[in-house]
T-cell receptor
Framework: AQTVTQSQPEMSVQEAETVTLSCTYD???????LFWYKQPPSRQMILVIR??????QNATENRFSVNFQKAAKSFSLKISDSQLGDTAMYFC??????????FGAGTRLTVKP | GAGVSQSPSNKVTEKGKDVELRCDPI?????LYWYRQSLGQGLEFLIY????????KSGLPSDRFSAERTGGSVSTLTIQRTQQEDSAVYLC??????????????FGDGTRLSIL
């Protein structure tokens, strides 16, 4: 079974600084997809970034980038130049098939002014 | 453009009552998913619809839970004889197509269900 672990229940960062959120997963699969979702107080889950396991290059989306270490089964999210609007719950997710998407317990990130 | 729409936004009901939650996916999305998010927890998969195929109900926690998707579009999640442990946010998501696993899921704002 696939499991996703986010070891940091809460984190905080000063505005304009950089923060890294950790995620590890357990799988015997070779091909899969990894995602980071953001959930602000509005409750809506917003896709931040995704990574295909067969791609060695780390995905980037503006201020968001990942450090994907397939052998170590690690998928951390780096947020650069943190903004107040980045305050939210962040969920790491693993998907082998569409009907088998597993989420971590989440990391609550607070960006302080 | 229009995103995934869920209604009601909030629902408060008494223990033992039945509730229906509605999800209107993004137009053209063939895959639809229901998740449950208990307070302070991650998302728990409930059920998945893909086109006209039989749904994957493997995540439904009990036979009190059921879901339908009419005409391949709108879906309703029904919880019968609600219990207090059913209190959670119920999230719906849709994607362009499901089987390849490479299409991201787009989420609605969820329905917060509170059982008194």
């Amino acid at each position: 079974a696939q499991t996703v672990t986010q070891s940091q229940p809460e984190m905080s960062v000063q505005e304009a600084e950089t923060v890294t959120l950790s995620c590890t997963y357990d799988t015997s699969e070779n091909n899969y997809y990894l995602f980071w979702y953001k959930q602000p107080p509005s409750r809506q889950m917003i896709l931040v970034i995704r990574q295909e396991a067969y791609k060695q290059q780390n995905a980037t989306e503006n201020r968001f980038s990942v450090n994907f270490q397939k052998a170590a089964k690690s998928f951390s999210l780096k947020i650069s130049d943190s903004q107040l609007g980045d305050t939210a719950m962040y969920f790491c997710a693993f998907m082998k098939r569409a009907n088998d998407m597993r989420f971590g317990a989440g990391t609550r990130l607070t960006v302080k002014p | 453009g229009a995103g995934v729409s869920q209604s009601p936004s909030n629902k408060v009901t008494e223990k033992g009552k039945d509730v229906e939650l509605r999800c209107d996916p993004i137009s053209g999305h063939t895959a639809l998913y229901w998740y449950r998010q208990s307070l302070g927890q991650g998302l728990e998969f409930l059920i998945y619809f893909q086109g006209n195929s039989a749904p994957d109900k493997s995540g439904l926690p009990s036979d009190r839970f059921s879901a339908e998707r009419t005409g391949g579009s709108v879906s309703t999640l029904t919880i019968q004889r609600t219990q207090q442990e059913d209190s959670a946010v119920y999230l719906c998501a849709s994607s362009l197509q499901g089987m390849a696993g490479n299409q991201p899921q787009h989420f609605g704002d969820g329905t917060r269900l509170s059982i008194l």
